[in-house]
């Protein structure tokens, strides 16, 4: 018998980017009424009503026309976006890593012409006023700052200029209703702490990049967040194509990890989950690690988002992250390899 972990349909939230991304099965464009409606409509009869944009107008647009078409009303979702995401900036000399995938299915206009990183009062309320619009509700269920600099990354982060600023700007939208939360998303879990060290009592949900890889990391935000009142979303279980990988990572041809192309060193650790798994499929090992933090953190791990261009995909994933099954002798093995922390619920 797969296992079955009761998961609400509430914890699950459907990411609208690859609309904007693509590419669909095929090649091609994004159709709104061949593509989108589809998903959009087996995301609400899978009970899915949160929805999350990563802040591309044209998949938030194309998000308000589906629902549109299938005639629900824009405020019986909750409509969750992230703002401040830029790709492919260029300043001065240094230009922002733009993945070759993430260009998959972009018509070449907008190639280098994404969101400019604007952290003025003016520039989130243009950004985020947009994106209300362009999806026809009344509100924002959430707003989250997205994937920010660190020093490390091609262009530096001074807070007082690019954080502060936006920060303030939806406290007051949040005090006036405007916007129901505050999060971040982002890919480094240490981010966490250096947010809340400066933005103390701001934070409404904390937004990472998750797979098996991280947890130890991630265990440590889940703390963090039980303490200091902020929940926990799972952007994904596949980190970038990390954990779909059917052959050793080691060998296999170049792939995303956490959605940069996999170093030595990652492909190395990827390579141990592999062979510990054995027949176990890694998205499996994934998909149950994401379904058991959300059974054994109900109130801190509330959501988990799943994109797809494709709606047998997510069905999928939903079953998966419910029914999922890793023999006890891999949990063992995991822990023992200290590839998953040792106290790690697994049933």
């Given at each position: 018998m797969p296992a079955q972990r009761d998961i609400s349909p509430d914890k699950f939230v459907f990411g609208c980017h690859r609309f904007g991304f693509g590419p669909v099965p095929g090649g091609g464009s994004v159709d709104v009424h061949k593509h989108v409606v589809p998903l959009v409509r087996t995301a609400w009869d899978l009970g899915i009503r949160a929805f999350d944009s990563a802040v591309l107008y044209r998949a938030t647009m194309q998000l308000g026309q589906a629902l549109q078409a299938l005639d629900?009303?824009?405020?019986?979702?909750?409509?969750q976006t992230k703002c401040l995401r830029y790709l492919g900036l260029a300043v001065g000399s240094a230009?922002?890593?733009?993945?070759?995938?993430?260009?998959?299915?972009?018509?070449p206009r907008y190639h280098g012409l994404t969101d400019k990183w604007?952290?003025?009062?003016q520039g989130v309320d243009q950004?985020?006023?947009?994106?209300?619009?362009?999806?026809?509700?009344?509100?924002?269920?959430?707003?989250?700052?997205?994937?920010?600099?660190?020093?490390?990354?091609?262009?530096?982060?001074?807070?007082?200029?690019?954080?502060?600023?936006?920060?303030?700007?939806?406290?007051?939208?949040r005090s006036a209703g405007f916007v129901q939360r505050i999060g971040i998303g982002i890919k480094e879990p240490a981010f966490v702490d250096r947010f809340v060290a400066e933005e103390p009592g701001v934070l409404d949900y904390a937004g990472i990049t998750f797979c098996p890889a991280i947890l130890g990391a991630?265990?440590?935000?889940?703390?963090?967040?039980?303490?200091?009142?902020?929940?926990?979303?799972?952007?994904?279980?596949?980190?970038?194509?990390?954990?779909?990988?059917?052959?050793d990572p080691a060998a296999a041809p170049p792939f995303l990890y956490n959605y940069e192309v996999a170093t030595a060193e990652e492909r190395a650790l990827m390579s141990r989950f592999y062979r510990i798994c054995g027949s176990?499929?890694?998205?499996?090992?994934?998909?149950?690690?994401?379904?058991?933090?959300?059974?054994?953190?109900?109130?801190?791990?509330?959501q988990i988002v799943t994109s797809?261009?494709?709606?047998?995909?997510?069905?999928?994933?939903?079953?998966?992250?419910?029914?999922?099954e890793v023999p006890e002798p891999v949990w063992s093995e995991l822990k023992a390899a200290e590839l998953i922390p040792r106290d790690f619920p697994t049933s």
């Open positions: 629900i009303a824009p405020d019986s979702i909750r409509f230009v922002e890593h733009q993945p070759e995938a993430l260009l998959q299915g972009i018509p604007d952290p003025s009062p950004q985020i006023c947009r994106e209300r619009i362009e999806y026809g509700g009344g509100s924002l269920y959430g707003v989250a700052l997205h994937d920010p600099p660190d020093m490390e990354k091609q262009v530096g982060l001074n807070w007082e200029t690019d954080i502060r600023p936006a920060v303030a700007y939806l406290k007051s939208a991630l265990m440590k935000v889940i703390a963090t967040g039980e303490a200091q009142r902020f929940e926990v979303t799972l952007m994904g279980i596949n980190y970038g194509q990390a954990f779909t990988l059917t052959e176990t499929p890694l998205l499996h090992l994934a998909a149950a690690v994401a379904g058991l933090l959300v059974v054994h953190f109900p109130r801190t791990v509330t797809t261009i494709r709606p047998s995909r997510l069905v999928e994933t939903l079953r998966l992250v419910r029914e999922a």
